[in-house]
């Protein structure tokens, strides 16, 4: 009887033990899994950021060009001696006038 007792003690270590094994083989799985998983979403989001910095550039880019092109449209608008008021102003002889004129300064 004490020999069976010691069999059965022995069988129901190694099943434990097996048991043990099996659960951290399972949780090292899950682990993975959960890492793979981070390392998916950190890159999909590093991909949107990128995207979202790139759609900023153009942005910033556009408005600067349309800046560029409304002072060159300006400028040819209004001629090398400045805005038509102050050019009318100075072939009036209107002095107030004249002084705010940036040519003038």
């Given at each position: ?27 090292e ?10 390392a998916?979403?950190?890159?999909e ?14 942005v ?36 107030s ?9």
């Amino acid at each position: 009887a004490n020999k069976e007792k010691k069999r059965v003690e022995a069988e129901v270590a190694k099943e434990q033990e097996r048991a043990e094994v099996e659960a951290a083989a399972a949780a090292e799985k899950l682990e993975a899994e959960v890492e793979a998983a981070a390392a998916k979403l950190k890159a999909e989001a590093e991909a949107e950021a990128a995207k979202a910095r790139t759609e900023a550039e153009k942005v910033a880019a556009a408005e600067a060009d349309a800046t560029a092109k409304a002072k060159a449209t300006r400028k040819k608008e209004t001629g090398s001696r400045g805005p038509a008021r102050f050019v009318a102003a100075a072939a009036r002889g209107n002095s107030s006038k004249m002084s705010e004129s940036p040519a003038a300064s």
